[in-house]
Protein backbone atom coordinates (compact mmCIF):
# COMPACT_ATOMS: atom_id res chain seq x y z
CA UNK A 1 0.00 0.00 0.00
CA UNK A 2 2.50 2.18 0.99
CA UNK A 3 4.80 1.36 -2.21
CA UNK A 4 1.87 2.21 -4.17
CA UNK A 5 1.24 5.35 -2.93
CA UNK A 6 4.92 6.30 -3.07
CA UNK A 7 4.41 5.18 -6.80
CA UNK A 8 1.65 7.64 -7.96
CA UNK A 9 3.28 10.60 -5.54
CA UNK A 10 4.15 13.79 -7.72
CA UNK A 11 6.01 16.34 -6.03
CA UNK A 12 4.26 19.98 -5.87
CA UNK A 13 7.47 21.01 -7.31
CA UNK A 14 7.33 18.76 -10.49
CA UNK A 15 3.90 18.98 -10.76
CA UNK A 16 4.09 22.70 -11.60
CA UNK A 17 6.90 22.28 -13.89
CA UNK A 18 4.32 19.75 -16.03
CA UNK A 19 1.92 22.53 -15.63
CA UNK A 20 4.27 25.32 -16.50
CA UNK A 21 6.05 23.09 -19.75
CA UNK A 22 2.33 22.83 -21.29
CA UNK A 23 1.63 26.67 -20.86
CA UNK A 24 3.05 27.50 -24.49
CA UNK A 25 1.53 25.34 -25.85
CA UNK A 26 -1.86 25.91 -24.58
CA UNK A 27 -1.25 29.52 -25.45
CA UNK A 28 -0.09 28.24 -28.85
CA UNK A 29 -3.08 26.91 -29.58
CA UNK A 30 -5.53 29.52 -28.85
CA UNK A 31 -3.75 32.18 -30.18
CA UNK A 32 -3.91 30.25 -33.43
CA UNK A 33 -7.69 29.89 -33.33
CA UNK A 34 -7.90 33.61 -32.78
CA UNK A 35 -5.99 34.37 -35.76
CA UNK A 36 -8.03 31.66 -38.25
CA UNK A 37 -11.37 32.37 -36.95
CA UNK A 38 -11.21 35.80 -35.92
CA UNK A 39 -8.85 37.22 -38.74
CA UNK A 40 -9.32 34.75 -41.18
CA UNK A 41 -13.07 34.39 -41.30
CA UNK A 42 -14.98 36.94 -39.47
CA UNK A 43 -12.73 39.75 -40.17
CA UNK A 44 -13.14 38.61 -43.74
CA UNK A 45 -16.92 38.21 -43.71
CA UNK A 46 -17.37 41.66 -41.62
CA UNK A 47 -15.43 43.55 -43.78
CA UNK A 48 -17.66 42.11 -47.49
CA UNK A 49 -20.74 42.69 -45.88
CA UNK A 50 -19.62 46.34 -44.47
CA UNK A 51 -18.28 47.04 -48.31
CA UNK A 52 -21.41 45.77 -50.09
CA UNK A 53 -23.24 48.11 -47.37
CA UNK A 54 -21.83 51.26 -47.68
CA UNK A 55 -20.32 50.33 -51.48
CA UNK A 56 -23.16 48.21 -53.02
CA UNK A 57 -21.80 48.99 -56.87
CA UNK A 58 -17.85 49.27 -56.02
CA UNK A 59 -18.15 45.61 -53.88
CA UNK A 60 -19.69 44.24 -56.86
CA UNK A 61 -17.52 45.21 -59.59
CA UNK A 62 -18.23 48.63 -60.74
CA UNK A 63 -20.66 46.94 -63.17
CA UNK A 64 -22.69 49.09 -65.59
CA UNK A 65 -25.45 47.92 -66.79
CA UNK A 66 -27.96 48.84 -69.92
CA UNK A 67 -31.50 47.35 -70.13
CA UNK A 68 -30.69 44.91 -67.51
CA UNK A 69 -27.51 43.68 -69.01
CA UNK A 70 -23.75 43.81 -68.32
CA UNK A 71 -21.83 46.02 -70.80
CA UNK A 72 -18.46 45.99 -68.96
CA UNK A 73 -16.83 47.41 -65.83
CA UNK A 74 -16.41 51.07 -64.86
CA UNK A 75 -12.73 49.81 -63.72
CA UNK A 76 -11.76 47.84 -66.47
CA UNK A 77 -10.77 49.22 -70.04
CA UNK A 78 -12.21 47.10 -73.16
CA UNK A 79 -10.93 47.63 -76.90
CA UNK A 80 -13.79 48.92 -79.22
CA UNK A 81 -13.41 47.41 -83.13
CA UNK A 82 -16.22 49.99 -84.24
CA UNK A 83 -15.39 53.53 -85.43
CA UNK A 84 -17.86 55.04 -83.74
CA UNK A 85 -16.26 54.20 -80.58
CA UNK A 86 -13.69 56.07 -78.85
CA UNK A 87 -10.46 54.04 -78.07
CA UNK A 88 -8.99 53.21 -75.03
CA UNK A 89 -5.41 53.09 -73.96
CA UNK A 90 -3.46 49.96 -75.62
CA UNK A 91 -2.98 46.92 -73.31
CA UNK A 92 -0.31 44.90 -72.60
CA UNK A 93 -2.75 42.37 -71.18
CA UNK A 94 -4.87 42.43 -73.89
CA UNK A 95 -7.32 43.49 -72.07
CA UNK A 96 -7.61 40.52 -70.40
CA UNK A 97 -8.66 41.40 -66.63
CA UNK A 98 -6.64 37.50 -65.48
CA UNK A 99 -3.70 38.32 -67.04
CA UNK A 100 -3.19 42.03 -65.63
CA UNK A 101 0.45 43.90 -66.40
CA UNK A 102 2.23 46.36 -68.08
CA UNK A 103 5.14 45.63 -70.35
CA UNK A 104 7.79 46.34 -68.15
CA UNK A 105 10.16 47.85 -70.59
CA UNK A 106 12.41 50.49 -70.06
CA UNK A 107 12.08 53.50 -71.08
CA UNK A 108 15.54 53.22 -73.00
CA UNK A 109 14.59 50.00 -74.45
CA UNK A 110 14.75 49.69 -78.51
CA UNK A 111 11.73 47.80 -78.94
CA UNK A 112 9.56 49.80 -76.97
CA UNK A 113 10.92 52.90 -78.97
CA UNK A 114 9.63 50.95 -82.33
CA UNK A 115 6.85 50.10 -80.52
CA UNK A 116 5.79 53.71 -79.69
CA UNK A 117 6.61 54.98 -83.36
CA UNK A 118 4.23 52.22 -84.95
CA UNK A 119 1.62 53.02 -82.97
CA UNK A 120 1.93 56.85 -83.03
CA UNK A 121 1.70 56.28 -86.74
CA UNK A 122 -1.20 54.13 -86.58
CA UNK A 123 -3.19 56.32 -84.50
CA UNK A 124 -2.21 59.27 -86.38
CA UNK A 125 -3.75 58.00 -89.62
CA UNK A 126 -6.84 56.70 -87.83
CA UNK A 127 -7.49 60.08 -86.55
CA UNK A 128 -6.12 62.09 -89.31
CA UNK A 129 -3.96 63.69 -87.41
CA UNK A 130 0.26 64.20 -87.48
CA UNK A 131 2.04 62.25 -85.78
CA UNK A 132 2.92 65.03 -83.02
CA UNK A 133 -0.43 65.87 -82.39
CA UNK A 134 -1.04 61.95 -81.12
CA UNK A 135 -1.46 62.05 -76.96
CA UNK A 136 1.00 59.92 -75.18
CA UNK A 137 -1.24 57.92 -73.24
CA UNK A 138 -3.20 56.75 -76.80
CA UNK A 139 0.62 54.89 -77.60
CA UNK A 140 1.45 54.11 -74.08
CA UNK A 141 0.26 51.01 -71.83
CA UNK A 142 -0.75 51.42 -68.02
CA UNK A 143 1.21 49.67 -65.35
CA UNK A 144 -1.94 47.15 -64.79
CA UNK A 145 -2.73 47.11 -68.76
CA UNK A 146 -6.42 48.12 -67.97
CA UNK A 147 -6.69 51.59 -66.91
CA UNK A 148 -10.12 52.79 -68.12
CA UNK A 149 -9.50 56.32 -68.44
CA UNK A 150 -7.89 58.14 -71.55
CA UNK A 151 -6.65 62.13 -70.74
CA UNK A 152 -8.80 64.82 -72.81
CA UNK A 153 -6.46 65.38 -75.34
CA UNK A 154 -6.62 61.49 -75.86
CA UNK A 155 -10.29 62.10 -76.02
CA UNK A 156 -10.35 65.29 -78.30
CA UNK A 157 -8.21 64.22 -81.06
CA UNK A 158 -10.60 61.24 -81.80
CA UNK A 159 -14.08 63.29 -81.85
CA UNK A 160 -13.96 64.10 -85.42
CA UNK A 161 -13.69 60.15 -86.51
CA UNK A 162 -16.46 59.48 -83.97
CA UNK A 163 -18.59 62.04 -85.24
CA UNK A 164 -18.25 61.65 -88.63
CA UNK A 165 -19.03 57.82 -88.01
CA UNK A 166 -22.11 58.48 -85.99
CA UNK A 167 -23.30 61.18 -88.14
CA UNK A 168 -23.25 63.76 -85.33
CA UNK A 169 -21.77 67.13 -85.12
CA UNK A 170 -18.39 67.43 -83.33
CA UNK A 171 -19.86 70.11 -80.79
CA UNK A 172 -22.71 67.40 -80.02
CA UNK A 173 -19.69 65.00 -79.63
CA UNK A 174 -17.37 67.20 -77.92
CA UNK A 175 -20.51 67.96 -75.71
CA UNK A 176 -20.50 64.72 -74.17
CA UNK A 177 -16.76 64.68 -73.92
CA UNK A 178 -16.81 67.91 -71.73
CA UNK A 179 -19.69 66.23 -69.38
CA UNK A 180 -18.17 63.25 -68.89
CA UNK A 181 -14.51 64.20 -67.90
CA UNK A 182 -13.67 64.17 -64.61
CA UNK A 183 -11.27 66.56 -62.28
CA UNK A 184 -8.25 64.88 -60.68
CA UNK A 185 -9.79 63.26 -57.39
CA UNK A 186 -10.57 65.66 -54.64
CA UNK A 187 -8.80 68.14 -57.03
CA UNK A 188 -5.21 67.35 -56.43
CA UNK A 189 -4.79 63.76 -57.14
CA UNK A 190 -4.18 62.43 -60.71
CA UNK A 191 -4.96 64.56 -63.70
CA UNK A 192 -8.58 64.96 -65.71
CA UNK A 193 -9.55 62.35 -67.00
CA UNK A 194 -12.40 60.59 -69.63
CA UNK A 195 -13.51 56.76 -68.52
CA UNK A 196 -13.80 55.27 -72.20
CA UNK A 197 -16.63 53.04 -71.37
CA UNK A 198 -19.19 55.54 -70.29
CA UNK A 199 -18.08 57.87 -72.51
CA UNK A 200 -19.18 55.22 -75.36
CA UNK A 201 -22.53 54.34 -73.97
CA UNK A 202 -23.28 57.85 -73.28
CA UNK A 203 -23.09 58.36 -76.87
CA UNK A 204 -25.04 55.15 -77.75
CA UNK A 205 -27.87 56.64 -75.75
CA UNK A 206 -27.92 59.78 -78.52
CA UNK A 207 -29.98 59.34 -81.73
CA UNK A 208 -28.18 59.97 -84.90
Known sequence: MTSATSASYVPPVAHA????????LRASLVFTVVILVGFGLLYSLAGTALGRLLFPHQASGSIILVDGKARGSALVAQPFADARYFQPRPSAAGYDPMAAAGSNMARSNPDLRKRIAALTQEVARREGIAPAQVPGDLVTQSGGGLD??????GAQVQIARVAK??????GDVGAVVAAHTEAPQFGVLGGARVNVLQLNLALDALKP
Open 165 to 170: ARGLSE
Open 148 to 153: PHVSPA
Open 17 to 24: AVLEDRSP
